[in-house]
């Protein structure tokens, strides 16, 4: 991470406080592709996600004075983004989807071989993760969209480490028996 | 090391430890297959399109932020009371304050012109026959009736009606003070015949002002303004003519005026009385009130 000199994220937050729209656009510039990817894949369409980084960018043109430097500006402006997220998306569509059809541990006889067949024969595997429970959708997005070290993906979370790794292994186990499901009846 | 392949397969493990996954990689067949199945995560998670506009989006947050302003936050109390108040002195009817003025001179102008006469009333006597059935009949009218044109409106907000009932009796019952003091202290001023001083001559009216506007309180919330305004006018008339006409040395007359005094007992059965009032206030409707929304 740059060190706090004249183009960092923290210089840059800091024009923003100051009311400096150009900054803003820079920073934007900067997480764009990792941001919106992130939103995407939490909010499962283009058109949310495009909602929910508005949000977020205001929130952080109007928050940017109450950043304390204590974290990266990174997981500060992910976490901003999550609880845009949550906020637009909470109680949108009833209960987590597919929580009881998709087994939660990952002995369930699905390994990697599988899910790579499962690929390479055109399966949907992006389905399965849209049919994901939310915080395994968010473990992933994190890792995988938002490219976050799995460090900084704690942090966002506020979770240890050990539980986002312990996430992600369950999360591609869910995936991989959900595809092995859908390969059963052809 | 399978613990490493995810943040592999992500390209965020650092430069060090990358190297190490990928010498192992090369002699590890199982690794080799796990690493395939997070690469498979990986592609398919990856989002389906461009991020948006960086001047677009910039603009639409720049628009929304000058439009919508802050965030709502709940009004502070302080505020919110500050601002009640002018609110609530639009809703009172003018006739209230012009009419309260109106009876107050009238009591001055007796109390003038009997000066001029051969055999003089006190002023003491005419403020506290006049300022205490002035107020009764302003707090009456305070408690929200249905021929109030925002009866409906006030009971459909969300401040409560206990509180607006407090903000409409300190504004009626605070006027109607100052318009007896204000008399007080012209005719005190003066110097009227038969004048005391500013204090006796307060002192003759505020207690039974105190005590017939609670009374009148307490009936209005209960049944409504116009009970009120004859259960006080009835009341007074009975401390009139005990005071004037009955005139007995003894028996109930007197303890009548010694009741409309103002002391310490009578003062403190007037808190009392409003306390009473205000908390029936937020019990239910006075018989004539009528609710937001009707039962069906």
């Known amino acids: 991470m740059a060190r706090p000199g004249a183009g960092s994220d923290e210089a840059l937050l800091r024009s923003i406080a100051a009311g400096d729209a ?40 109007r928050s940017a004075s109450a950043f304390e430097g204590r974290a990266k500006v990174t997981t500060w402006l992910f976490g901003v983004a999550r609880r845009q997220a949550h906020n637009r998306l909470r109680g949108r569509s009833g209960p987590e989807p597919a929580a009881a059809e998709l087994p939660d541990r990952p002995d369930q006889g699905a390994g990697p071989e599988e ?72 | 090391m399978k ?25 590890c067949p199982r690794c080799r297959a796990d690493l395939a199945a997070w690469q498979v995560i990986a592609r398919a998670a990856a989002p389906a399109g461009p991020a948006p506009d960086p001047a677009r989006l910039v603009r639409a947050v720049l628009t929304r932020s000058a439009l919508g ?50 055999a003089p009333v006190g002023a003491a006597q005419v403020l506290a026959l006049v300022a205490p059935i002035v107020a009764a009949a302003g707090v009456a009218g305070t408690y929200r009736s249905g021929r109030d044109p925002a009866a409906e409106i006030v009971a459909a ?31 005190a001023a003066a110097g009227a015949a038969g004048t005391a001083s500013l204090n006796a001559l307060v002192g003759a009216w505020l207690g039974p002002m105190a005590l017939l506007s609670s009374l009148s309180l307490l009936i209005a919330v209960r049944f409504g303004p116009d009970v009120a305004l ?36 009578v003062l403190a059965a007037s808190a009392a009385v409003t306390v009473a009032a205000v908390i029936l206030a937020g019990r239910g409707e006075p018989g004539t009130g009528r609710r937001a929304t009707h039962p069906m």
């Open chain 1, 22 to 61: 150009a900054a803003l656009a820079r920073l934007y510039e900067r997480y764009a592709g990792a941001l919106f990817g992130y939103l995407h894949r939490l909010a499962g369409d283009r058109m949310t996600a495009e909602e929910i980084l508005q949000d977020t960018m205001l929130a952080v043109w």
């Open chain 1, 115 to 186: 899910l790579a067949i499962a690929a390479a024969g055109g399966t949907p595997v992006a389905a399965a993760i849209d049919l994901l429970p939310g915080h395994h959708r968010d473990v992933i997005a994190l890792v995988f969209v938002a490219g976050l070290p799995l460090a900084d993906v704690a942090e966002v979370l506020e979770i240890p480490v050990g539980t986002v790794k312990s996430r992600l292994f369950h999360a591609r186990a869910a995936v991989a028996a959900a595809l092995t499901a859908q390969e059963v009846p052809e």
């Open chain 2, 3 to 27: 613990e490493l392949l995810p943040a592999y397969a992500a390209g965020t493990l650092p430069a060090a430890e990358r190297d190490r996954v990928r010498a192992h990689l090369a002699g």
């Open chain 2, 69 to 118: 302003g802050r965030p709502a936050h709940p009004p502070r109390r302080l505020r919110h009371l500050a601002a009640l108040v002018p609110a609530e002195a639009r809703l009172i009817r003018p006739a209230v304050p012009v009419a309260s003025t109106l009876v107050m001179l009238l009591g001055v102008a007796i109390v003038v012109v009997q000066a001029a006469a051969a």
């Open chain 2, 157 to 187: 907000t969300p401040t409560s009606g206990r509180l607006l009932l407090l903000v409409r009796i300190a504004l009626v019952a605070g006027y109607d003070l100052v318009l007896a003091l204000a008399a007080s202290a012209g005719l």
């Open chain 2, 230 to 265: 004859g259960v006080a006018a009835a009341v007074w008339a009975v401390r009139v003519l005990a005071g004037g006409v009955l005139v007995g040395d003894d028996g109930p007359a007197r303890f009548i005026v010694q009741a409309w005094a103002t002391t310490g007992p």
